[in-house]
């Protein structure tokens, strides 16, 4: 990775409908923190016979003032 952080954030679910606007709920929560700033992130998919699960982990760090 190789850029400091200060803070993780996972975005996680299973659910289909959930899956479907992860997008606008991980754009709202970084609207909601402007003094944040993306360093990295991940994308990981896993699934069973069953189930699928989608997460994002986001790391970051404050912006520097």
């Known amino acids: 990775m190789g850029l ?5 954030k ?6 289909a409908r ?3 606007v992860m997008g606008e709920t991980i754009t709202a ?3 909601e923190r402007p003094q944040l700033e ?3 992130k991940e994308v990981t998919q896993s699934s069973d016979k069953e ?7 986001i790391f970051y ?5």
């Open 4 to 8: 400091p952080f200060t803070g993780v």
């Open 10 to 15: 996972v975005f996680s679910t299973t659910l």
């Open 18 to 20: 959930d899956r479907e």
């Open 29 to 31: 929560w970084l609207r």
């Open 38 to 40: 993306v360093v990295h």
């Open 51 to 57: 189930f699928h699960c989608l997460t994002v982990t």
């Open 61 to 65: 760090r404050e912006k520097a003032k």
